[in-house]
């Protein structure tokens, strides 16, 4: 391996690794297994729940057990990982955990606090069943259950004025919080993000010796990457399943890439580009 050339990758699942309808991720293996051959660590970093993602890691060619979840509120490091001096981690579920967001019960409190001054229609995870998750996601009933083991953030849906949601956004801010925005659902979360746990684990890559000959690159198709794909010297924005890509501004001298193949196909189209250029594929 040229140790000039080394590979971080950081990836969002859905739409992005996985494929929108399906879920899978087997058009991208090629790539997968040749980050593996190269010994180059991928990053998955999800809205889903370390329950969702778990069963993944097992699944994926990885170097590396490392992923963020909760879309950036808590990093899982292997549990004989070091930090750097200065970072808080605790031992938890097996797992060096660096928490940037907040706990589930301190989420669902100021959720709680906000609909009612707001007088909001609001149901989060917690308030539906197995069934009524997996029927508003389209999610398998194995797959919704792990979805509503949450720690850091709860995935509501809203119906009302542009008023009632303005100033759940406001209130939430208000409590510490941040309310994200997806495709149905809305999250309330604290003040994280995928940005900035990125950038954290970058910054860990980067402080160990010879950390400085990482090149990074991220993977994703929707609004809540586009802090995550800031952080990276390679930008890949994901092609959706209707043929669009997401608009996105550069970084000054960030390379984007936009793959012509939907989803994991794309992936693997742009992983298998950038190790043939960086010469790590024979
Ligand atoms: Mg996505």
Redesign the pocket.
Known sequence: MNMKNRLLVFT?????LLDFHTYSFAPALPALNALKECGMPLVIVSSKTRAEIEPLLDELPLTSRLFIAENGSAIYLDRKSAVPPGVQAELKSGYRTIVLGRRYEEVLDALDRTKKICKARVKGFRDMTDRGVARLTGLDIVSARLARKREYSEPFTFQGSEDKLHCLKAELQEMGMTCLEGGRLFHAMGRAGKGLATEMVINLFRSAPGGSQWKTVAL???PN?MDMLRCADIAVVMRRPDGTWMEYDPEPLQLVIKPGGIGPAGWNESVAALLNELGNLR
């Not at 969002?12 to 992005?16: E, H, K, M, V």
């Open positions: 969002d699942l859905d739409g992005t994703g198709d929707g990457d």
